[in-house]
């Protein structure tokens, strides 16, 4: 099982840096640089190659429709060359709330889309002269669309890999069953290794059923919390402002997919409580409202036995790699954290 972790996209990026810098020497797998609303993901990307050796990165996620198919191959192209071929692309479709709200770019099919945006991909890596034709994107435009001046054209430089490694965020059960057809990694939100296979896995199987032996066993990256240590439960308070904003915030009353997660591990009344109390303005109740038992299942937080029966958990229901969110303070701190869950996992 891998370790990895993500740069906070509110947080200092220099700061940033310098963990995960400190944090490759003792272990750690893979570093995910996020782009929500706050500075893009590919700058941070390029700087964080040049200032690493070994550590995997990877983006988390770029969004389908923020970029262009193309523009999407080519951009994580030159990270894979930046970085020596230490690049994972991870792709999703975000949310209405950011696509329409910051960009202003409708959110509409994200299935077809991210389908089609996978086959784009994989043909301008494998430098083939891109023609596509689909129900999103044409390539190149028609005559009747177009200048008719458009003609196929292949990527000029030669990629370090024809094959780029494509993570899909996914929750619904569709996009999962497509994740697991089409992609190299899955990476679900608030997975509980409990319920992961009562949510997913008819959507899992769906898919493995109609993947390409090429593509390898689907790489599994879960996103717990962690802390270790036989005073540190208090420290999962930490976490209830950041599920408080999902299964409350990201979206409107019966079209949050964060909430429909959460209840369909079974905390119904508690996702709709969340919910009714953060779209109300009362953001410190819904965080009090997160239940204990949801914040401990999602998390790595406890004595360090403790810790290895949950890191067995996550692995048993599927979990290849642990992208941990260390919650104590100072980087002393998260060192230690990451280096102890190095030696539980082994």
Partial sequence: MRIGTGINYSGGFADSVADIVELEKVGLDI??????????????????AAKTERVQLASGIFQIYTRTPSLTAMTAAGLDFVSGGRFTLGLGASGPQVIEGFHGV???????????????????WRRERVVHEGKHYTIPLPPEQGTGLGKPLKLINHPVRERIPILLAALGPKNVALTAELAEGWEPIFFHPEKANDVWGESLAEGKAKRDPALGELDVFAGPA???????????????PHLALYIGGMGARGNNFYNT???RY???AEAKQIQDLYLDGKKDEAAAAVPLELLRAISLVGPASYVKERVAAFAEAGVTTLVVSPLQPGREARLDAVAKLKEIVG
């Fill in 261 to 263: 997660l959460a209840q």
């Fill in 226 to 240: 962690l802390a270790i240590g036989d005073d540190v439960e208090h420290l999962l308070d930490q976490v209830r």
């Fill in 106 to 124: 409708k959110y509409d099919a994200p299935l077809a889309r991210t389908r089609e945006i996978v086959e784009i991909c994989r043909q301008v």
């Fill in 31 to 48: 570093a995910f640089v996020p782009e929500a609303y706050s500075f893009d993901a590919v700058s941070q990307l390029g700087y964080l």
């Fill in 266 to 268: 079974g905390f119904e």
